[in-house]
């Protein structure tokens, strides 16, 4: 089936399942949403949103996390993975963004890069759900493993699993959503761990030996 068709079958049912698409973060701004992002890398967003329900309360602006003590900070964050490279990351990327961007969440894919810890997963995501702007689509670990068994990509690694759903994916809204419904299908449906595909609601749409 050609990859185009084949998309818009899978991202027809995948509507179905999920007529909204959400991110699973908390947050009420870009700077929250860049933190939580960076948080979610190796940790769950189950996880994620317990610590920065207390975090947001306690910083509750970029002057406070640039001002933050890195030891109280990495305590403060120390259910996610690899919470003393984040508290790192996060506290420099707010002086970062006082000092070159006038304390605003760059919105940019050339400036996010130059953020600590941002990688073009995270510059997509704050991209497409703070600002609405489209430069490409997050491929994240559910979006990796999924896209290979749903025959939409034979790549291995994110930057060109990215580039060939871009090439099938239309421009636009969907770049943000179709990722945001596969994560979440990946979760409710077709987790990484051994199961059986047959009782996954996009079997009947793609080929077998994809499994």
């Not at 509507?15 to 908390?26: C, D, G, Q, S, V």
């Not at 990688?119 to 999924?146: C, F, M, P, Q, W």
């Not at 299908?185 to 080929?207: E, M, V």
Request: hydrophobic content about 35%; overall charge positive; proline content about 4%.
């Amino acid at each position: 089936m050609e990859k185009r068709k084949l998309f818009e079958k899978i991202n027809k049912k995948l509507k179905e399942l999920y007529p909204e698409a959400k991110i699973a973060l908390n947050f009420s701004n870009p700077w929250e949403l860049l933190v939580a992002v960076i948080l979610s890398a190796q940790t769950t967003d189950k996880k994620v949103n317990e610590i920065t329900e207390k975090l947001f309360k306690k910083y509750r602006t970029i002057d406070d996390y640039a001002k933050a003590e890195l030891r109280e900070f990495e305590k403060d964050i120390k259910g996610v993975n690899y919470y003393k490279n984040k508290a790192k990351f996060i506290l420099e990327n707010a002086k970062i963004i006082k000092e070159k961007f006038n304390g605003k969440v760059p919105d940019t894919m050339e400036e996010l890069l130059q953020l600590k810890g941002v990688a073009r997963k995270t510059a997509n995501i704050v991209l497409s759900v703070a600002y609405d702007k489209y430069e490409g689509i997050a491929v994240d670990t559910h979006v990796k493993r999924l896209t290979k068994i749903l025959g939409l990509t034979k790549e291995t690694k994110p930057e060109k699993i990215e580039k060939d759903l871009m090439k099938i994916i239309p421009k636009g809204r969907e770049w943000k959503d179709f990722p945001l419904r596969l994560i979440q299908y990946g979760r409710d449906f077709c987790p990484a761990k051994k199961h059986d595909h047959k009782n996954c609601p996009l079997t009947k749409i793609i080929s077998k030996k994809s499994f």
